[in-house]
C-alpha cells in the first residue's frame, strides 16, 4: 500500500514516544492525554474539561493530561509518536490516520459537532468565477476546511496544487494567522471553522460565500468528532468508556446551558490563544454548529472520496474505523437513543 500523499506534507511535532500511560509498578493509576483544539467548533471538549465533567466522568484513578493543537495533522503526528491517547479532531486527519497505519492507529468512538464551517472571502468576490487568480487560506494543508475548500474549488473548475499553485492559491495558516492576513488584506478568503468564520466577517469586514452546510444533506456533516489510539482503547475501556460519559454529559450541558457554555468557551479560547474572542461573535458562531455525539458516519466516506479527488488521499478502505461499542453502552444506560454501527 501506498503511503497517502496527504502525510507526506503533514508537519511534524517533537513528542516523546511514551506509548500508552499507566501505572509502571502495576497500579491501577492510568493517564489520559487528550488532544483538543481552541475553537468554537470543539465546544464539547472545552467545557468538559474546564468545568470538570471530564474528570468527574473518568474518576479519581485517572489523570487527564490535556493539550491543545491548530489542526488536525498536528494531531494524527501526536498519536503516531505515542504522545497522544485520544484527541477531538476533525474528519479528514482521522481518514488519514486510518490510512497510514493500514486501519490500525485509531477509532472513531463518538461524535461531537456538526457545522460550523464557512469560506469567507473578501466584499469584492461575490461568486466563485470571481476566485480565478486569488489566494485563499485554509488551517493546515489535508486538514478538513482544506479538503473541503480544494473539493469545492475543483467542483466549480478550479485547479489547485500542493505547492499553492494553479489557478487558484491555497495557502496553509494558522487560523489567527488567516484573520490577521484577511485583515490586513494580504489574503483574499478562508474556508475555516468557528469562530474564526465569523470574526473574518465581523472583524476582517468579509462576507460569506459558501456556508458548508449548504453542501451536505439535511446540512449535516462531522466538523468534529472523538478518535481513540487503538493501542489505547485496547489496553484501557474503561478508561475510554468514563471519557465517553464525559463526552455524552459536556453535549448535554452545552445543549441545555448555551450561555453558560459559550461563557466557558470564551475563557478558555481567550486563555488559550491570548485573544479575547467578543462575546456577541460567540453567540453568532454558536448559532452555526449543532453539537451531538452522532458521528455522522456518512459523510466520512464523502470527506476521504474528496480527499482523493483534490490528490491528497489515495483510495482507503474505511470499513472497520468507527467503534461505537462503548459510547452505545453510555447512552442505552442513560435511556438515550443507540446509533448505529456504521
Excluded at 13 to 27: E, H, K, N, R, W
Amino acid at each position: 500500500m501506498r503511503i497517502p500523499r496527504l502525510l507526506i506534507a503533514l508537519p511534524l511535532i517533537l513528542v516523546a514516544c511514551t506509548g500508552p500511560a499507566s501505572g509502571g509498578d502495576g497500579s491501577s493509576s492510568v493517564e489520559l492525554r487528550l488532544g483538543y483544539f481552541p475553537n468554537v467548533t470543539h465546544a464539547t471538549a472545552i467545557v468538559g474539561i474546564e468545568n470538570g465533567i471530564f474528570q468527574d466522568k473518568l474518576g479519581s484513578d485517572v489523570t487527564l493530561t490535556t493539550q491543545t493543537f491548530n489542526a488536525g495533522g498536528d494531531v494524527v503526528e501526536a498519536i503516531f509518536n505515542g504522545g497522544l491517547d485520544a484527541s477531538y479532531v476533525g474528519p479528514n486527519p482521522a481518514i488519514n490516520a486510518w490510512a497510514q497505519s493500514e486501519g490500525t492507529a485509531i477509532k472513531i468512538v463518538s461524535g461531537a459537532t456538526s457545522g460550523g464551517a464557512f469560506l469567507v472571502v473578501s466584499p469584492d468576490i461575490t461568486n466563485a468565477d470571481q476566485l480565478a487568480g486569488k489566494t485563499l487560506a485554509s488551517p493546515q494543508l489535508g486538514n478538513t476546511q482544506d479538503v473541503a475548500l480544494r473539493a469545492w474549488l475543483k467542483e466549480q473548475g478550479f485547479e489547485t496544487d500542493l505547492e499553492g499553485g494553479g489557478d487558484v492559491s491555497v495557502t496553509p495558516l494558522a487560523n489567527a494567522d488567516i484573520l490577521t492576513a484577511f485583515t490586513t488584506g494580504d489574503l483574499d478568503g478562508a474556508w475555516v471553522p468557528e469562530p474564526w468564520a465569523t470574526r473574518m466577517v465581523e472583524e476582517g469586514g468579509g462576507h460569506v460565500l459558501v456556508d458548508e452546510r449548504d453542501l451536505w444533506p439535511d446540512g449535516k456533516f462531522v466538523t468534529t468528532h472523538l478518535i481513540v489510539a487503538t493501542e489505547f482503547l485496547n489496553a484501557h475501556p474503561d478508561v475510554v468508556k468514563g471519557l465517553l460519559e464525559g463526552q455524552v454529559a459536556a453535549n448535554q450541558f452545552v445543549n441545555e446551558n448555551a450561555d453558560e457554555a459559550q461563557q466557558v468557551v470564551a475563557s478558555a479560547i481567550g486563555e488559550l490563544t491570548g485573544s479575547e474572542l467578543d462575546p456577541a461573535i460567540l453567540a453568532a458562531s454558536w448559532e452555526n454548529l449543532t453539537f451531538t455525539d452522532d458521528p455522522i458516519a456518512s459523510s466520512l466516506a464523502v470527506s476521504a472520496q474528496h480527499a482523493e479527488d483534490v490528490g491528497l488521499l489515495d483510495p482507503v478502505d474505511l470499513d472497520g474505523i468507527y467503534d461505537l461499542t462503548l459510547l452505545n453502552e453510555v447512552l442505552s444506560g442513560q435511556g438515550m437513543e443507540e446509533i448505529p454501527q456504521p
